[in-house]
């Protein structure tokens, strides 16, 4: 038997839990076809699971095949504004379960657009929730996560960031921008939940110390991977995995000590059975 210990805040967080009870829920009526807009999660096994319970996920090239008596979920990154629009005018029933800390953002990014500032966003370009927050901005954000990166802009300048940032990547860039607009207004709100914060901090905390630690994670998940930078710094035998068939056995033997977190996006069940597993090898 190996000693398990899991990291004080993991798994799950509101936003996506909110999200995922809610399809759940939707899936119990078979009178009506539920859709989400895009992957309701990050997480094959999760989505996989929606959809034996009869909700899929659909691409903004699907949304001609729905009807008017259908309802679709938007995720918890939320879309852009363009793509909200055309999904209420366009489909019976439209659930918004964009996370309330991603709305807060786009609200945001949308007003200081509007007072003529320019949005800075810190955080992955091509992560959905950072494509859904643009959009509220008219796609004129100027997008990073390296320090080295940021410019000066002739006008005053509003940096938020993507929820799941790591902080210290938050003050290298709010740095950088103050040095290179020196006499420009900087609104820096940093935007970062709350949740995400606490994850880190439990897995740093933790990391530190097990001999080895395990990630538990979707692919995809942009939270999940940043736990993974995070424990490997203070623990060498770190991996991510998505499911208990992912596991290197061989980097656990002869330890009795194990560390496990979870990312934002990873259900219960999964955690639950990755540990029973390590228990019990």
């Not at 729905?66 to 995720?75: F, V, Y």
């Not at 740093?204 to 939270?223: C, D, F, R, Y």
């Amino acid at each position: 038997m190996k000693e398990v210990i899991l990291a004080e805040k993991s798994g799950f967080c509101f936003g996506v839990n909110r999200a995922y009870e809610t399809a759940l829920e939707k899936s119990k009526d078979k009178n009506v076809s539920t859709y989400t807009f895009g992957p309701l999660i990050h997480n094959e096994e999760a989505i996989s699971y929606l959809s034996e319970k009869g909700v899929d996920p659909l691409s903004i090239d699907d949304i001609h095949k729905l009807k008017n008596s259908n309802e679709i979920i938007i995720r918890s990154h939320g879309v852009t504004e363009d793509i909200e629009e055309m999904l209420k005018a366009n489909i019976g029933t439209v659930i918004d379960c964009t996370c309330p800390y991603v709305k807060r953002i786009q609200t945001k990014a949308r007003e200081y657009y509007q007072k003529g500032y320019q949005i800075v966003l810190v955080g992955n370009e091509k992560h959905p929730e950072i494509i859904g927050i643009n959009g509220w901005c008219k796609n004129s954000a100027f997008i990073t996560r390296d320090a080295k990166n940021v410019p000066s802009f002739d006008k005053d300048i509003c940096i938020l960031s993507q929820t799941t940032e790591k902080k210290e990547i938050w003050d290298k860039i709010v740095n950088a921008v103050k040095i290179a607009n020196p006499d420009k207004e900087i609104i820096a709100l940093n935007t970062i939940c709350s949740a995400t914060t606490e994850r880190q901090m439990a897995a740093k905390e933790l990391s530190q110390t097990v001999p080895a630690m395990i990630v538990i994670g979707g692919k995809a998940s942009s939270n999940t991977k940043k736990l993974y930078e995070i424990c490997s710094e203070y623990c060498q035998n770190t991996q991510l995995v998505s499911n208990v068939e992912n596991i290197n056995i061989d980097l656990l033997k002869n330890i009795n000590k194990v560390g496990v977190t979870a990312g934002a996006s990873t259900p219960k069940w999964i955690i639950d059975e990755i540990v029973d597993f390590i228990s019990n090898l």
